[in-house]
Structures are given as C-alpha cells and as structure tokens.
Nanobody
Framework: QVQLVESGGGLAQAGGSLRLSCAASERPFSSYAMGWFRQAPGRQREFVASIDFTDARTHYADSVKDRFTISKDTAKKTVYLQMNSLKPEDTAIYYC????????????????WGQGTQVTVSS
C-alpha cells in the first residue's frame, strides 16, 4: 500500500509563505503524478495543484495560480508546494495525492491520499 507522508504547513500571516512537502513510499505506476487538494471546514475537498513525474507538466486551480508553485524531486518521490502571498481563504487541511494522471481534479477518483496537514492563514 502506498503511503504519502506530508510535512510542513502550520500558521502564517496573510501575505506570508509556507512550504509543504510530501514523500511517497513507493512508485505504484510506471507513470504517475503527485499533487495537492485542500478542504476547508464545511466545504468540499478541492483540487489545488498537480505535477506529472515524467515530464513535469503542471496544473493549478485558478484560485492559486501565480501564488503557489508545485515542484518535484523524482529520485526522492517527493512533491513540494510553495505557497506565497497567502490569504485567509487558503486556510484548510491540505492533502497530498498520488494518481495516474496529473489532470485529475475530482477528489472522488484520486488513487492515493496522505493524512493531511493543517494550513492556517491569519488576517
């Protein structure tokens, strides 16, 4: 069973930055992608960003484009999310994901999930 271990997160002020990391225990598919979803209280889980581990193609939600940057270390099977210009509405639990396709944005069909890490942005 693939395990996704997240680190980072915590508390930041509006306009500040945080960095999330997530390492996969194994590579379940020959071609795969890793990324992030988030869920705020009372809201549906939503796609944030993803990256293809073969060709580094990326995909971002409109709400984080130009503020968040996703990157990877293929040898370490690790994905990073650099979050800049944070807003209070970015407050949520952030979940690391692993899937076959970096274009997967619907949470119900994601293959693997991390346990989640809290990000809180104060105004």
């Amino acid at each position: 069973q693939v395990q996704l271990v997240e680190s980072g997160g915590g508390l930041a002020q509006a306009g500040g930055s945080l960095r999330l990391s997530c390492a996969a225990s194994e590579r379940p598919f020959s071609s795969y992608a890793m990324g992030w979803f988030r869920q705020a209280p009372g809201r549906q889980r939503e796609f944030v960003a993803s990256i293809d581990f073969t060709d580094a193609r990326t995909h971002y939600a409109d709400s984080v484009k130009d503020r968040f940057t996703i990157s990877k270390d293929t040898a370490k099977k690790t994905v990073y999310l650099q979050m800049n210009s944070l807003k209070p509405e970015d407050t949520a639990i952030y979940y690391c994901t692993l899937d076959r396709d970096y274009r997967t944005t619907y949470y119900k069909i994601v293959n693997y999930w991390g346990q989640g890490t809290q990000v809180t942005v104060s105004s």
